[in-house]
């Protein structure tokens, strides 16, 4: 919550679970679109939450790839290692020297969870990676209560979320009580392929779907004082069939 009731407008933009494997493949056909997206958008900060890449083992050559595109959209862009790309010794967010240059990219690392203040933006964001490849820490467990700091508040997670008629073997669980109690504008999840509101009230919680697969989406979030917070589902197969049908109209 403001402080004085100023905070300023912000959209951000939503993704997860591109699954980039190799140079050319779907994924990073998507990517190219994603970050077309967040240009065109306007957006002010990009949160991906979780199976960036499909495993640990992808080459150098796609990583570079990556963090080119990422550095493209000029924006903050936080990162957030899901499963399939956990934080494991040997995971690809290690490689050190092929993520340096990318000044604009914050990978969560606090295995706790950690709050990432943008002062500059006036937003802050919590988030735990997952650091294991099968059962491990709750994505949302341990968060703490937002500062009173004027920001507007985002977690991001990467997880399954456990609803009525959910699967309670499941690993890496998100419950509407975490939801609820976590006092957040805006929870960004990822891990379920297709796009899907799973918390209205108090707290909206969003999973993004995958530009991929599922239903080809991200989410465009928009963060107003007087009109709350906005989530639009973004179809990039939609958008690449405008591209075509007309080109240069979306430049």
């Not at 595109?69 to 995971?91: A, F, Q, Y």
Request: one cysteine or more; charged letters at 25%.
């Amino acid at each position: 919550m403001s402080l004085n009731g100023s905070r300023p407008r912000r959209r951000i933009l939503h993704s997860s679970d591109l699954h980039l494997e190799q140079l050319h493949d779907l994924g990073c056909h998507s990517l190219d679109m994603l970050v077309d997206v967040g240009i065109m958008a306007a957006v002010d900060l990009v949160v991906i939450c979780g199976d960036f890449f499909d495993s640990n083992r992808v080459k150098d050559d796609l990583v570079r790839f990556a963090v080119g595109h990422l550095k493209r959209m000029s924006v903050d862009t936080i990162i957030v290692p899901g499963n399939h790309d956990c934080l494991v010794p040997d995971s690809v967010y290690n490689r050190t020297e092929l993520w340096k240059d990318a000044s604009n990219v914050k990978i969560l690392r606090d295995v706790q969870g950690e709050t990432v203040d943008l002062p500059h933006l006036g937003i802050s964001v919590w988030g735990k990676p997952l650091d294991t490849y099968g059962d491990g820490e709750a994505p949302l467990g341990g968060m703490p209560k937002p500062e009173r700091n004027g920001h507007w508040h985002i977690a991001v997670a990467h997880g399954y979320f456990l609803g009525p008629k959910g699967r309670p073997w499941a690993s890496f669980q998100i419950t509407t009580e975490e939801i609820v109690a976590s006092g957040r504008d805006y929870i960004a999840l990822g891990d379920s392929h297709a796009f899907d509101c799973v918390a209205s009230e108090p707290v909206k919680a969003y999973y993004s779907g995958s530009p991929c697969s599922g239903t080809d989406t991200v989410a465009i979030v928009d963060l107003s004082e007087s009109e709350g917070v906005q989530v639009a589902r973004y179809s990039l197969r939609e958008l690449e069939v405008q591209q075509k049908r007309y080109p240069g109209s979306y430049a």
